[in-house]
């Protein structure tokens, strides 16, 4: 009798909201895992086999944990946050020097190592800001990326990594398969610090607030987004990672878009609360944006299930709890 070879996985940024949710993905499949971050996941215990504390920046450290030809290489490791961390301006060399470096370093020691399959997380911030002036009809198809113009420079260098893996597929052969993710949420997410995204934001200040209150919000409200549950989101990934011969770069979200105005009020119809919304002036970055998913449906057979209400139910849930347990250990 055969015995079935355990699948090899190293997640990068496993400490991280996507990563540690992928590495529990990938353990109740069956795969060794091992992760590397600079820290462990925050709200929960890691499911990896082995946890590396590291900075991938460091050229040895990198060599180090790339240390065998994996069967599959999940890099999501990047320094990045929501639009108050990224659309700034205060934080563009860090984010552009720090995630460019761990990019340079993973492709080179990735295929140095001989790696079978490598997953690069993108990001829909590469998409040009000219597409994305119409709030009600944003153009965010793969192919729109060119003539390039990201909204930040975030979005510059997810572009510019996503060039340096496909360029290491030509010329080495490595196997890489690129997503561009549009807001990924759920639980175990930032949800309070500053460089948490708008779904954990808004549901934070709705449970914090206190019914016929008032929470504060950036612009208008009308700027329009998509957000994709963790889920969706592990399940476009392993679609992607298991296509025989499709490597993107390729979407991985949501298509139903919705005002910030409507993810508000659906927060405070979960929390059961009358809200007021005060607008205030703040980085906001592109005014419409939602994911195109044409081009993952019909090479992949994939797209959500998940209503955004749904997810933000379990989200709101979870943050409505954090906030419990903050407000406990203050007293």
Known sequence: MTKTKIKKALVLGAGGFIGSHLVK?????????????????????????????????????????????????????ADMGGAGYIFSGEHDADVMHNSATIN??????GQKAGIKKIFYSSSACIYPAYNQKDPDNPNCAEKS?????????????????????????????????????????????????????APAAICRKVAEAKDGGTIEMWGDGKQTRSFLYIDECLKGIRK??????????????????????????????????????????????????????????????WKPEMRLEEGIKKTYEWIENQVKIKAFNVK
């Open 25 to 77: 993905d990938l353990k109740k499949r069956g795969y060794f895992v091992k992760g590397v971050d600079l820290k462990k996941p925050e709200y929960s215990k890691s499911g990896a086999d082995e946890f590396v504390i590291g900075d991938l920046r460091d050229q040895k450290m990198c060599k180090k944990v790339i240390d065998r030809p994996f069967d599959e290489v999940y890099q999501l490791a």
């Open 104 to 109: 340079l370093n993973v492709s080179y020691y």
């Open 145 to 197: 990326a060119y003539p390039a113009a990201p909204d930040s420079e975030y979005g510059w260098e997810k572009l510019f990594s996503e060039r340096l893996y496909l360029s290491f597929r030509r010329n080495y052969g490595l196997d890489v398969r690129i997503a561009r993710f549009h807001n990924i949420f759920g639980p175990e997410g930032t949800w309070r610090g500053g460089k948490e995204k």
């Open 240 to 301: 992607l990672m298991d296509s025989k011969n499709f490597f993107g770069p390729v979407n991985i979200g949501s298509d139903e878009m919705v005002t910030i105005n409507k993810l508000a009020e659906i927060a405070m119809k979960i929390g059961d609360k009358k809200l007021f919304i005060k607008h205030l002036p703040g980085p906001l970055g592109v005014r419409g944006r939602n994911s195109d998913n044409k081009l993952i449906k019909k090479s992949l057979g």
